[in-house]
RNA sequence: CAACCAACCUAGAUGAUCGCACCACUUGGUGGUGAGGAAAGUCCGGGCUCCAAAGGGCAAGGAUGCUGGGUAACGCCCAGUGAGGGUGACCUCAAGGAAAGUGCCACAGAGAACAAACCGCCUGUUAUACAGGUAAGGGUGAAAAGGUGCGGUAAGAGCGCACCAGCGUUUGGGUGACCAAACGGCUUGGUAAACCCCAUCCGGAGCAAGACCGAAUAGGAGAGAAACGAGGUGGCCCGCCUUACUCUCGGGUUAGGUCGCUAGAGCUGCUAGGUAACUAGCAGUCAAGACAGAUGAUCAUCGCCCCAAAAGGGUACAGAACCCGGCUUACAGGGUUGGUUGUCAA
RNA sequence: GCGGCUAUAGCUCAGGGGAUAGAGCACCGGCCUCCGGAGCCGGUUGCCCAGGUUCGAUUCCUGGUAGCCGCG
């Protein structure tokens, strides 16, 4: 038991130092912070989030069979774990955060994602401090 | 040259920088591989796993339905037969049985199935009517009891004859569906994607199957007792299995992890057999394996399309989830081969 | 992944080979009322799509589309 829970904690520091997404993934977490969590919206995407008590943000996707067929989904899906990637150090650790499509997401680019999505997280509390006034820029 | 028919193929390419999943070597790195012709719909057929050993019989239900072949199997494929369509290349067809039985055929029409008699036609009589004969003509309908012609008759009728269609028999050809010829008598509406009959086939559930590891409420194994009973075997019978109660032994379903998980009715090429589907042999080869679920972002060049050009924009349908064989549906553009018809020229 | 159901008027539902496709609510017009409501009278609008069987299909068969539900 002890090996295991060790072996687990280092594989995770070592993607944690990798800058490796942390992922939302069990149905109860991404319920308990639709239920529990407070959300901002840009035109593109929704961002739920609620704060978790560990030192790291975990991120989900969603993406609902309205907007597309599975190809649609699953490009909108790539493109979003694509920009919270590259994004991710600016993000405040110890929040649950979901992040939705919406039906406009099937006709936006890259680019057009990546603008509202990053509109959305300054939007919200998410982003560290420091970060937050250059990117009205944007 | 134009229009068309059939069988197929392809599914943008190359490079650079970041990034993802798995594997191997290694230990913060390097290398390799990484969606489809339909991966889809889940409409059929299998492999595999469990359900009792997946056994026998009956019933119900379902499926298929011209013939022969192919296949692991099929509702699939190939070759043929028949029917229908097209000038033609060619295409389409759930295509067994209506003389086993039952039902239905609205409206119109006299009559819709053991035929019938409205108007007609013909004959007779006590004559604006009645009786008898008739199925040629009219009319209705999707369909009116073989069709056309000649003879025949009071008027008519397969009443007689010829041809055609249908039925039956015989002969010949074909493995067969069926085809051809001769002869016979003179006739038996449609509907089975209405019930049904006949022939053949079908046990059920599904990789979230299932196996192993492994905390809590408690299950399991062995022995005895009982065994006529109860339960299970997703309908019944046989057969089979389990079981209340007592004693002994010691430890189990769910969340999670590992396996199943990709070398297979595999792919490519050649040879041989077969009209073909396909089969056999030989040689070469290993090409995704996730579990919130891997293929993305940016840039450059060349293709193709829109646009007179440039700029600019676009580049189909669509994403593996245990694996195969089919079917169906979606699909921008491009290409190959063979063929038909028409026009022009030689 | 597997299994099932539905599609009929603006909404909720009947109809299971031959009807002009029906009922309630809704909508429109008229009567009534000072006006409105209620009541009475009348009317508009429809069988998810494409093939096939049949003389004839909303109904039967096949294929698709859309929506919904259940199991785990």
Same mark, same amino acid.
């Given at each position: ?33 639709? $239920?529990? %969590?407070?959300?901002? #919206? ?5 961002? &739920?989030? /609620?704060?978790?008590? *560990?030192?790291? +943000? ?43 499509? $919406?039906? %406009?997401?099937?006709? #936006? ?5 990546? &603008?509202? /999505?990053?509109?959305? *997280?300054?939007? +919200? ?14």
């Amino acid at each position: 038991m002890a090996p295991l829970l060790l072996c687990r904690a280092s594989i995770r520091g070592q993607k944690w130092g990798d800058n490796t997404l942390e992922r939302l993934k069990s149905n109860s977490d991404f319920g308990k912070v639709y $239920r529990e %969590g407070k959300y901002s #919206a840009d035109s593109l995407v929704v961002i &739920h989030y /609620l704060p978790n008590k *560990l030192d790291y +943000s975990r991120i989900g996707f969603s993406v609902s069979k309205k907007v597309g067929n599975s190809v649609m989904r699953n490009l909108i899906k790539r493109r979003m774990r694509e920009i919270v990637r590259n994004f991710y150090p600016h993000i405040v650790p110890g929040y649950d955060i979901v992040i939705s499509a $919406r039906m %406009g997401a099937n006709k #936006a680019n890259f680019n057009g994602l990546n &603008h509202s /999505l990053r509109q959305a *997280l300054w939007r +919200s509390s998410l982003l560290i401090k420091e970060e937050r006034k250059p990117k009205s820029g944007n």
